[in-house]
């Protein structure tokens, strides 16, 4: 029996911590209404997504390694090359991330994380494995596999959240600065590490990192599973998944398609500069390869400052379309800066940063105030892959412009001229969407104060 397996005082008190059993102690470790079974399980559910956000911009952070170059032990790649390894990964994110839904819907959300917990870390495997041995085509499939990894992960990581915290907004916003802790990391560590140890080796260090994440998700599924047993058919919330219905999709008002269209400008705006920013930095104002990495953190950090004050506003003033308007307009001023004077990237990418943060919690917030709550989980999957898709398409377009641009491989002007116009004609699509909202389509005003879902699923 498990009396007889537990003997003694010390087994069983080490036996009630972990497992909280009836027969030792109703209030044990993993027993649901324990505060310390939920911060466990939200702290292994956080880190699950770091290794694959820290993957994320791996190829800006040693953009000089991987393009080719006189560095030691450079990949040699060409810049359309290299920007197809930030185009698969946010490509197979946003396919992966589409049918989340469904693969949550059919498969336990802990087997879920387990599985692609395990495509990031097979993936960044890959990745290292290709650079090593100068395998492109296993760059690439590495790349991808994190992006599908990552995508569900998502979707996974956010359907447990919200069966153990409902929607708590702190359990959600700690989850998203979590994972934008990981990019931060990367710029700030990768440079130095490679400078130190090499090239090869930073892509190792990255892929035990994502297999850190493969420790920490079946870690959460123990923790989960306990968990669930414990808890009462009457405490088990019924959970409604985001699938994708086509049908739906085809009945979006068109208010949500001009914030589509603004969502989609945006984010091609400026995550292809950041995917090309390193090099830009160095020829644009002389940095050297770990400064330029460095500048790019900032607009993550301004994120991890900027996200829970917005999150805590549009609750309590719910001006999405106020503050909305106001972030895409701020992002054209860092923009025209970077093309037209001499200021420094850090003040740039810091300024843009915040206007990012502003812009992408007000409009992915408007969404369920605008569509039919049967519609969010679809409105919100769609408007996901169109974002990856034109951030991925104009990512392959910058790697054009570079290579058939100036010699010193910045592209000249062109890039950042494409950027700012982008940037523009999101801010005009906003400001019709908010026209065509006041005059036809009233905000809804029954929808109750829920979290801002991750405005960048790369991990968010």
């Given at each position: 029996?498990?009396s ?11 036996y ?6 009836a027969?030792?102690s ?9 505060g ?5 399980l939200l ?5 699950l ?19 080719k ?5 450079s ?9 197809l390894?930030?185009?698969?990964y946010?490509w197979?994110?946003g396919?992966?991330m589409?049918?989340?839904g469904?693969i949550?819907a ?11 917990t ?10 290292a494995l290709?650079v ?8 690439l499939v590495?790349?991808g596999?994190v ?5 569900a992960l998502t979707v ?22 979590v ?22 080796h930073?892509l190792?260090?990255?892929a ?5 994440g ?27 998944n985001?699938?994708l ?6 009945g ?10 603004a ?19 160095q ?6 390869e770990?400064?330029?990495?460095q500048s790019?953190?900032?607009?993550y950090?301004?994120y991890l400052?900027?996200?829970p ?5 549009l609750?309590h003033?719910?001006?999405h ?11 054209t001023?860092?923009?025209a800066l ?5 200021v420094s990237p850090y ?6 940063g ?9 409009i992915?917030?408007?969404?369920p ?9 679809t409105?919100l999957?769609v408007?996901?892959?169109l974002?990856?898709?034109a ?8 790697g ?8 010193d ?7 950042l001229?494409?950027?700012m ?9 906003v400001?019709l ?6 005059r036809?389509?009233?905000v ?11 405005p960048?699923?790369r991990?968010?």
């Amino acid at each position: 029996t498990r009396s007889g397996q537990m003997e003694g005082p010390v087994h069983g008190r080490v036996y009630t911590r972990l497992l909280g059993d009836a027969q030792w102690s109703r209030k044990g470790i993993c027993h649901p209404d324990r505060g310390v079974f939920r911060g466990l399980l939200l702290l292994f559910n956080a880190f699950l997504i770091f290794g694959p956000a820290l993957c994320y911009d791996l190829p800006v952070a040693l953009q000089p390694y991987f393009e080719k170059s006189s560095l030691h032990g450079s990949a040699g790649l060409m810049p359309v090359t290299y920007n197809l390894l930030y185009s698969v990964y946010v490509w197979c994110c946003g396919i992966s991330m589409l049918f989340g839904g469904q693969i949550v819907a059919m498969v336990k959300p802990r087997f879920v994380v387990v599985l692609c917990t395990s495509a990031s870390f097979l993936g960044a495997f890959f990745l290292a494995l290709g650079v090593q041995h100068n395998i492109y085509a296993l760059m690439l499939v590495g790349r991808g596999l994190v992006g599908l990894g990552a995508g569900a992960l998502t979707v996974a990581q956010q359907r447990i959240v919200s069966v153990w915290f409902g929607s708590s907004r702190a359990a959600f916003l700690f989850i998203q600065l979590v994972s934008r802790l990981g990019p931060v990391l990367t710029f700030l560590a990768a440079p130095r590490i490679a400078g130190l140890y090499g090239f090869e080796h930073t892509l190792w260090i990255s892929a035990i990192l994502c297999g850190g994440g493969v420790v920490a998700a079946l870690v959460l599924a123990f923790f989960d599973t306990i968990g669930t047993a414990r808890r009462t058919p009457s405490e088990r919330p019924d959970i409604v998944n985001r699938q994708l219905h086509c049908g739906l999709a085809a009945g979006l008002p068109p208010s949500y398609w001009l914030l589509a269209v603004a969502v989609m400008l945006l984010y091609a705006a400026i995550f292809p500069l950041i995917a090309n920013s390193n090099l830009l930095f160095q020829v644009r104002f002389g940095l050297d390869e770990t400064q330029a990495a460095q500048s790019c953190a900032l607009l993550y950090l301004a994120y991890l400052i900027v996200a829970p004050a917005m999150s805590f506003v549009l609750s309590h003033t719910a001006r999405h379309g106020l503050f909305a308007l106001g972030g895409t307009l701020l992002c054209t001023v860092p923009l025209a800066l970077l093309w037209r004077t001499n200021v420094s990237p850090y003040l740039d990418l810091a300024l843009l940063g915040i206007a990012y943060s502003v812009a992408a919690a007000a409009i992915w917030g408007t969404i369920p105030r605008i569509v039919d709550q049967p519609a969010a989980g679809t409105a919100l999957s769609v408007l996901g892959l169109l974002q990856m898709a034109a951030t991925g398409f104009a990512t392959q377009v910058v790697g054009w412009l570079r290579e058939h641009g100036p010699p010193d491989g910045s592209g000249g002007d062109t890039p950042l001229i494409m950027f700012m116009t982008l940037a523009c004609v999101a801010a005009f699509s906003v400001l019709l969407h908010t026209v065509f909202a006041l005059r036809n389509e009233p905000v809804r005003s029954d929808v109750p104060a829920a979290r801002t879902p991750s405005p960048n699923p790369r991990v968010n």
